[in-house]
């Protein structure tokens, strides 16, 4: 029978969530239907007629074997405002591989979303995108901090790690289980991570910190007053950051602003990774005005003091140098890259696109890149 590829309607979500279920595997409790309602339906900024999601399918019959689901969002760009999407779970069943389904999903999606966005992605996805005339948006940076590790942080991140290479894994198993590696190499790296904060400079924090249960107007003139120093970004108003990080239904997250006197000019988006996780203090989102550096500090240095040492590692994801260089400076180290990339249905903003200098500003709360991650 020929595969069909067209947008879904809420009449498929049955077909859908079956065709999730059997994709995820184990994964897929966690990506179940009350994240995929919060995700697609519930997102403040809105793709598709009211009778359509923003899922692509691929279907065989009454079955879907195939998809592209898009998050809905807003960019700005140069100071205007523009619909857009990030293209997520691109998957096909193993039967369906090798007959262009990718292609064909990434060519209706791409006609149908005029900004297409991808943060992290599959080498296969990454080549639809090339194909389709993506154009590089620049690189986003995941540095990670060692704060205390215990030996089953070692043996559970690196099992994660090899999953894929049963040898290896096997490798790990025996020189853990027999030889006590990760007893050795957590003692070796804690006594390194004591030398290193005793002859480290202790740095106060600045700016008033805050938490707050859900952002208010202000974060609102604070976005007024800062979008237009960045050539582009996600926007990152009230009504979106209450969805993102108060309304997702699986992820506990802290919400802090920074003051200067009474004036909010700075928040950052905390979270400790859930006991299925590998143990990690994650800086979801930070933002403020790119030059003042000393609000980037001060939330740095609170995240920091807020995680304390009951997790193995902290996490920052950055496309910014002047965040790049705090998070150096402060014990981070790089330990993962990825190019974002753009497909753009109009030519003239592709154009203009192309040719920014200053780069576009990215975090982890892009995407869908912070989710949980069984370990």
Known sequence: MTVTIRQGKYEDLAAIHAFLRESFGALAPFKAEH???????????QLCPPDRIPVWIAVDG????????VQP???MINRSVHPAGWMVDVMILPAYRGRGLGN?????????VPILLMLTMAPATRRMAARGGGINLGDAWQFSRWVRLRPDDIRR?????????PRLRGVVRFGCDVLFFHWIFAALANLAISVGEAVSKRRGIVRDITEIERFGPEIDELWQSVAHRFDALSVRDTRYLNWRFGNCPDLRYRRFVAKAGDRIVGYSVLRRTEPVELRLGVITDMFAAP????????LLDHAL????TDVASIECVTSRLEIARLLRARGFFRTRATTATGVFADEGLRAQVGLLRGGWFFTKGDHDWDQIQVA
């Open 73 to 75: 969002a807003a960019v």
């Open 305 to 308: 003091r807020h995680f304390g």
């Open 291 to 298: 030059d003042d550096t000393a609000t980037l500090t001060s």
């Open 104 to 112: 064909r999903l990434h060519d209706a999606v791409a006609q149908d």
């Open 157 to 165: 991140y690196l099992l994660r790690r090899l999953e894929n290479h």
């Open 62 to 69: 009454d079955r879907v074997v195939g998809q592209i689901a």
């Open 35 to 45: 994240r995929w309602r919060w995700q697609f339906a519930e997102s403040p900024y």
